[in-house]
C-alpha cells in the first residue's frame, strides 16, 4: 500500500505539472505575445475555462500526502514553509486576477492583473522546480524528520537549475499550446516564440538530468546509469525544434507534455523509496515506510480514490473537449 500511494502521488503531481504547465506557460508569456489588450484578452481565454480545474490536482496531491504520509507532509511543510508560502501567494494572485481583470474597463486597471498573472505563473513554475530539485538532492533533516537547515539551504545551485529548468520547459509548453487554440498572426507569434524557446529549454533540460544523475543520492540498490524516463525526457524535447519547424504543432505540445511527464517520473523514480533526501545521512531519510499512515486509513484511501479519480478524470476531459476550438479577436465579446 504505501508504494501504491507513493505512485499515485506521482501520478497526481504529473498531472498537475502537465495541465498547469501549460497555464502557468501562458501567464509567463502574457505580456510578451499580448502586444494590447485584445491579444491579452485572448490569450488569457485559451486557459479560462480550465485553469481553475488544473489546480485540483494540486489540492489533491497536497491532500493525499497528508493523509498517506503525514511524517513528509509535515517535514516538507515545516522546512520548505517559505517556498510554499510564496507559491500560495503567487496562486492566491493569479485566481484573483482571471476574477478581477474583467471587472473594469480601464488600461491601468488590466495591467495592473495581467502583471498579477505573470509574477502568480513565473513565481510557481520557479518554485516547484526548486522544491522537487531540493527533495530528491537532499537538505538537512536530522532525527525524528526535523528540518535542521535554514532558510537559505534551500537555494542552492542545483535547486536553482531545477527552478530554471521548469520555467523554460512549462514556457515552451505554454507557447505551443497557444500556438494551437489561437488564430492567425497569435498563432504564428506563439509557434516563433516556441523556436526561440526550444535551444535554452533542452540545453536545461540536459544539464540538469546530467547533475541529476551526477551528485545527487541513490538509493541503496539503486543504479547511477539513467534509464528509460530521463533518455525519453531528453529526446522528447530535442524533438520538438524540428516538430516546430515542419509545422507539426500537436505533435510538438505533445513532446513537451511526454517531457514534463518523464522529468516527473524521474524525479519519483529517483527518490523511491524515500520521500525525502537527508543531507545529513542516508539514516536520517524519510522513507515511504517511516513516514507513511497505518494500512488501515491507506486501505480506507484506496477505495475512495477508486471511486472517484475516474469520475474526475472524466469531467476535467469533457471539459477540455467542450472548450477545444481555437479563439481569435473576433470571438470577443466582454468579459476579461
Known amino acids: 500500500m504505501n508504494t501504491l500511494?507513493?505512485?499515485l502521488i506521482a501520478v497526481l503531481w504529473t498531472g498537475y505539472f502537465f495541465l498547469e504547465g501549460f497555464d502557468f506557460g501562458v501567464g509567463i508569456l502574457l505580456p510578451f505575445l499580448g502586444r494590447n489588450d485584445a491579444d491579452r484578452r485572448v490569450l488569457i481565454r485559451t486557459i479560462g475555462p480550465v485553469w481553475d480545474g488544473n489546480e485540483v490536482w494540486l489540492i489533491v496531491a497536497a491532500g493525499?500526502?497528508?493523509?498517506?504520509?503525514?511524517?513528509?507532509?509535515?517535514?516538507?511543510?515545516?522546512?520548505?514553509?517559505?517556498?510554499?508560502?510564496?507559491?500560495l501567494l503567487a496562486l492566491i494572485g493569479r485566481a484573483v486576477s482571471f476574477e478581477f481583470r474583467g471587472r473594469e474597463r480601464g488600461l491601468r486597471w488590466r495591467q495592473w492583473w495581467d502583471r498579477a498573472l505573470f509574477v502568480g505563473s513565473v513565481l510557481p513554475a520557479v518554485l516547484w522546480g526548486i522544491a522537487f530539485a531540493d527533495l530528491l538532492h537532499g537538505v538537512p533533516i536530522g532525527s525524528g524528520g526535523d528540518y535542521a537547515g535554514d532558510y537559505l539551504d534551500l537555494l542552492q545551485p542545483y535547486a536553482l537549475l531545477g527552478g530554471a529548468t521548469f520555467l523554460l520547459v512549462?514556457?515552451?509548453?505554454?507557447?505551443?499550446?497557444?500556438?494551437?487554440?489561437t488564430r492567425d498572426d497569435l498563432a504564428e507569434q506563439a509557434r516563433r516564440a516556441a523556436i526561440r524557446?526550444?535551444?535554452?529549454?533542452?540545453?536545461?533540460?540536459?544539464?540538469?538530468?546530467?547533475?541529476?544523475?551526477?551528485?545527487?543520492?541513490v538509493a541503496a540498490g539503486r543504479g547511477v546509469v539513467p534509464d528509460l524516463p530521463p533518455i525519453g525526457a531528453l529526446a522528447?524535447?530535442?524533438?520538438?525544434?524540428?516538430?516546430?519547424?515542419?509545422r507539426l504543432l500537436g505533435w510538438a505540445f505533445a513532446a513537451t507534455g511526454i517531457a514534463i511527464v518523464l522529468l516527473t517520473a524521474t524525479f519519483f523514480?529517483?527518490?523511491?523509496?524515500?520521500?525525502?533526501v537527508s543531507s545529513l545521512g542516508p539514516?536520517?531519510?524519510?522513507?515511504i515506510s517511516n513516514a507513511s499512515s497505518s494500512p488501515y486509513t491507506l486501505g480506507v484511501m484506496s477505495i475512495v480514490a477508486a471511486v472517484f479519480l475516474p469520475l474526475v478524470l472524466a469531467y476535467q476531459?469533457?471539459?477540455?473537449?467542450?472548450?477545444?476550438?481555437?479563439?481569435?479577436?473576433?470571438?470577443?465579446?466582454?468579459?476579461?
Open 283 to 287: 539514516s536520517f531519510d524519510l522513507t
Open 170 to 181: 512549462f514556457t515552451l509548453h505554454g507557447a505551443l499550446f497557444l500556438a494551437l487554440r
Open 5 to 7: 500511494w507513493f505512485s
Open 197 to 217: 524557446l526550444w535551444p535554452p529549454a533542452a540545453i536545461a533540460v540536459l544539464v540538469f538530468l546530467a547533475w541529476t544523475f551526477a551528485t545527487t543520492p
Open 269 to 276: 523514480l529517483r527518490l523511491y523509496p524515500r520521500v525525502m
Open 317 to 336: 476531459a469533457w471539459t477540455y473537449w467542450v472548450f477545444r476550438r481555437r479563439i481569435g479577436r473576433k470571438d470577443l465579446a466582454g468579459g476579461y
Open 236 to 246: 522528447a524535447v530535442l524533438a520538438v525544434g524540428w516538430l516546430v519547424r515542419a
Open 64 to 87: 493525499a500526502t497528508f493523509a498517506a504520509f503525514p511524517g513528509w507532509y509535515a517535514t516538507l511543510f515545516s522546512g520548505f514553509y517559505p517556498l510554499l508560502l510564496l507559491i
